[in-house]
């Protein structure tokens, strides 16, 4: 069910943030929240500065105007790539955050058994990264970043180097281990039917300096998500003049 | 159960390991015994072996040639330096000699290790200490290892002390610079990774930094006992009484080619046995993670 998008208590919020690295500036005034539960996808060009406004929601770089809140008690990220320690094994990396936490060994191998049984890789407990495949190493950083009961999640287009079978696997546990769980979370994405498919609600990030150029809110439950209607709510969104705009006809990024 | 092989890429090492389930292995694992594998890969292996014992043999028989050709008093063969290794051996020189050498080599070696490593380190970590270190560490790789010897004996006089000081002093800057671009180069992507799990610094040594630090640090410990032993050897035949570089300094004195001979084989079996039974095997215990790598490619 899509819920979470009601009135709740903001407990994310960037307001009027910009961003200013060195003599660029990635964003302008940008206001956004996250309630309790609720799926925000960031959707827009390469390069609109949507992992910068990823990185301030982390807290790994400050914004140069306007504040950001965080009142949620555990935030994790989940990376554009795997970023394991590729000399543990696969439990130990999947434990990473707990043994942070100084949750003794054995409370946290019992953990990361079951969520690597939880993200279908149960019998690869002893493996290496390079042991597995692109597809397994992100379940394994999805599986990392859930370990730690994290009540918020940052996804940084954690599939786009995945094919179209796997990333629609790795959507599914998305759907499966964060949304319908209750976990908050902010996912950055290029593909608007993969936003529409997980969000609450989406956003459409534009521009240089990036701002905030269009806010859609999916009311259809998740489960008649189909993808049919994928396809169709992606077309009437990209109808719209802005997002058109930002997304289709940018002059800039035409030859990127 | 099943039979796990491992084949090197160069085929000059091969194991075998039994486990007991597919899910502890991390290399291929072979379902059924397939005795015309095994076969192919023992000879894959001793021709690999063999490869290696050609090297050695044309060496050898070069050598051989040489002293035939030259005489015995200007290059004493192979046969000769075995004998005089042999003589040392009966007159009770020789495991003196090598425990000397060995203890003092591994001594100045370890301290360099040590030292280098916790040096390299913090430079690595810390750009204003890396700055003021590497110079240092430029100076100290400058300087001969003659000179050392020379301040050594000076400073502690003839003995042991002066042999373990110059080792550690020139191999130092060696593992210096190996853990300080291991610090140096840990994936910055990486080091996000923990600050968004909140890693705190003792677990980043020893998660994030050690392990990297270590692929770096063991090249250069293996140059650098190659290092430790010559210099030990050298540092022996001016400033000790006993040891192998002691017994090249009474070869010398006595005119004894062969006896020199006997000595540098001494020491060359040394370094092999410390680099190919020692610092190798433990490497490979420490990177199990690197090792299945290099099978993942071959």
């Known amino acids: ?256 | 159960m099943i039979l796990v092989i491992n084949t090197n890429t160069n085929a000059n090492e091969y194991r075998l390991r039994i486990v007991k389930s597919p899910r502890e292995s991390n290399g291929y694992s072979v379902p059924s015994l397939d005795e015309h594998g095994i076969m192919s890969r023992l000879i894959k292996a001793s021709l690999g072996w063999g490869g290696s014992l050609t090297g050695i043999l044309l060496f050898v028989a070069m050598w051989e040639w040489g002293s035939l050709h030259y005489g015995n008093f200007l290059l004493p063969g192979p046969r000769d330096a075995l004998a005089s290794i042999h003589g040392f051996w009966q007159e009770g020189e020789l495991w003196g000699a090598i425990w000397a050498t060995t203890w003092r080599a591994m001594a100045g070696f370890a301290i360099a290790a040590f030292t280098g490593l916790i040096l390299g380190l913090m430079a690595g970590l810390s750009h204003t200490l890396g700055r003021a270190l590497e110079p240092v560490s430029t100076v100290l790789l400058g300087i001969p290892p003659i000179a050392w010897i020379v301040l050594a004996i000076l400073w502690f006089g003839s003995g042991s002390m002066a042999a373990i000081y110059t080792v550690a002093a020139t191999t130092l800057p060696v593992t210096f610079a190996g853990a300080q671009i291991g610090a140096r180069t840990l994936d910055k992507r990486l080091q996000e990774m923990g600050d968004v799990y909140c890693v705190p610094g003792w677990m980043r040594l020893w998660d994030f930094y050690l392990p990297h630090i270590v692929s770096y640090v063991f090249p250069a410990l293996i140059t650098a006992l190659g290092v430790a032993w010559k210099v030990t050897v050298m540092a022996e035949l001016f400033a000790t009484e006993e040891g192998v570089g002691a017994g090249l300094a009474m070869a010398r004195v006595n005119l004894d080619t062969a006896g020199a001979m006997g000595w540098i084989m001494v020491v060359v079996v040394l370094l092999l046995i410390a680099e190919h039974g020692f610092l190798r095997p433990l490497q490979k215990r420490m990177e199990p993670w690197r090792k299945g790598a290099v099978q993942a490619k071959s």
């Not at chain 1, 910068?52 to 990220?77: D, I």
């Not at chain 1, 795997?82 to 953990?111: H, S, T, Y």
Request: net charge neutral; proline share 5%; glycine share 8%.
């Open chain 1, 1 to 256: 069910m899509a819920k979470g998008g009601g009135a709740g208590k903001i407990m994310m919020s960037l307001n009027n943030v910009s961003l200013v690295l060195g003599p660029n500036q990635i964003l302008q005034a940008v206001d956004l929240q996250v309630q309790p539960g609720e799926s925000v996808c960031l959707v827009g060009p390469s390069g609109c500065g949507k992992t910068s406004l990823l990185r301030l929601a982390a807290g790994l770089v400050e914004a140069s105007v306007g504040s950001v809140k965080n009142n949620f008690s555990c935030t994790a990220a989940v990376f554009q790539e795997p970023r394991l320690l590729p000399w543990r094994r696969m439990l130990d990396n999947i434990a990473l955050g707990l043994k942070a936490r100084g949750v003794p060994r054995k409370e946290r191998q019992i953990k990361a058994r079951e969520l690597a049984d939880s993200v279908g890789l149960a019998d690869k407990y002893a493996l290496f990264p390079h042991e597995l495949s692109g597809g397994m190493q992100q379940r394994v950083a999805l599986a990392r970043a859930l370990a730690i009961g994290a009540d918020f999640l940052l996804l940084d287009e954690p599939f786009s180097a995945l094919d179209v079978g796997l990333r629609n696997e790795a959507q599914e546990l998305v759907q499966h281990l964060v949304v319908e769980r209750g976990i908050s979370s902010l996912m950055v994405t290029h593909d608007l039917t993969e936003a529409l498919r997980l969000a609450h609600r989406v956003i459409v990030i534009s521009g240089s300096p990036g701002r905030v150029v269009y806010e859609h809110r999916v009311d259809e439950p998740f489960a008649d998500r189909t993808q049919a209607w994928l396809y169709e709510a992606a077309a009437h969104l990209l109808r719209l003049p802005l997002v058109n705009e930002s997304f289709l006809y940018n002059p800039q990024l035409e030859m990127a």
